[in-house]
Structures are given as C-alpha cells and as structure tokens.
C-alpha cells in the first residue's frame, strides 16, 4: 500500500503544489506534516520519481509563504492573534518563549524556530505582534525556510539511496533522522539556557 501511494505521488503534477500547500499550511496550522511531505519527496527523488530541486523550492517557498501569513496575522490582528496561539497553557508558554528569544537573540531564532514544529509558529506570529521588522523578518526567514526545506528533503534523499527498492524502511529512518535532529536542537537550546543561568547564579551581586 505505501509502495502504491509512492508510485502515484511520484508519478503525478500534482504533487509539487500538494507540498507546497502543505508547507504553506502548516506555518498556521503545526499538526500538518510538512516534514513528513519533505522526506517523502526526498525518497522520491532518490529513485527519480521526482525532481530533488523542485521538491527543495516548493518546500522552502511554502514554508516562507505560511510563515509571511503568520507575520501578518500577528501584525495585523493582533488581539485575535494572541488568543488563538496562546489558547491553551502551551500555546501561553510557546507565545512567552517566542518573545524572550526574540528579545534576547533577535533574528537567528526565526531560522532557528524553523526547525521545531512547535515554535516556529509561535515565533512567526511573535514577530509580527512585537513589530519586529519585516525587512529583516524576510531576510531571515527566507533563510530558514530554504535550509529547513534543504535539510529535510535530503534527509530523504540520502534515505532513499541507502535503502533503495524499500521505500517502507527508507521512509522510517529518514524519519527517525528528522526527529533525531529536531531533538538535539532543542538539547542544544537547554545546554545554552543552564550554562547561562549557571553563569547568572555563580555572578557575585554587587552592593
């Protein structure tokens, strides 16, 4: 069944816009997975099924597309914006850590955000109900968009090689590669947020 569902993904026009779509739409709405969509057209590349630098533009573009309307939803409505990403005490909690990376790093954290399915939500709505400027929004979000869509997709890629004619088992370690990676951004986030924290509570108070 997955072999058939590959076979008519590859085979079809269709499948570019669907990632495209895909990418774009989960910007706003992160239960959609648009790393997923990426790895598949990774594998699919690999065997030629698709086209490696189409699947790459039309991930980073749909990418940049959701996360420019994600801007805008924070910029323009600002209020509603608020409500609905901060509805529940994780999304209060993503929106409060969204604002204090952008304070304290400023741009890098969108192309970091990028990378992690339930802040880069967040963090691109952060940005526009912050006023954060859009110019160097742009800039660094395109940035993240074309390495995230990068990445992922050649995880795939290389997945499908290793394991070429078993898409199934290419598929599932590209995937655990995607999370692997994700994961250990977010470790590298939590050592660099205790070695400062250890810094602050070893710095003498001045009197």
Request: proline fraction near 4%; hydrophobic fraction near 50%.
């Amino acid at each position: 069944m997955f072999d058939s569902l590959l076979d008519a993904l590859g085979h079809s026009w269709w499948a570019y816009p669907l990632i495209f779509g895909l990418c774009t739409l989960d910007a706003i709405l992160p239960m959609l997975p648009s790393e997923t969509v990426l790895l598949t057209g990774g594998i699919l590349a690999a065997d030629h099924s698709m086209i490696l630098a189409g699947v790459i533009a039309m991930g980073a573009f749909g990418g940049f597309a959701g996360d420019n309307i994600a801007y805008r939803i924070g910029h323009s409505t600002e209020g509603w914006a608020r409500r609905w990403i901060t509805r529940g005490e994780r999304g209060q909690r993503g929106l409060d850590w969204a604002q204090r990376q952008l304070e304290r790093h400023g741009g890098p954290v969108v192309i970091v955000a990028r990378f992690l399915p339930g802040g880069r939500t967040a963090t691109t709505i952060a940005c526009g109900v912050l006023e954060f400027p859009y110019r160097q929004f742009v800039l660094y979000d395109a940035t993240g968009a074309v390495l995230w869509a990068t990445v992922n997709t050649l995880i795939g890629f290389v997945g499908g090689h290793a394991f070429e004619g078993r898409p199934l088992l290419a598929f599932a370690v590209s995937f655990v590669v995607a999370l692997a990676l994700a994961g250990s951004i977010e470790v590298i986030r939590w050592l660099r947020r205790r070695a400062k924290d250890r810094g602050r509570a070893d710095t003498p108070m001045r009197t």
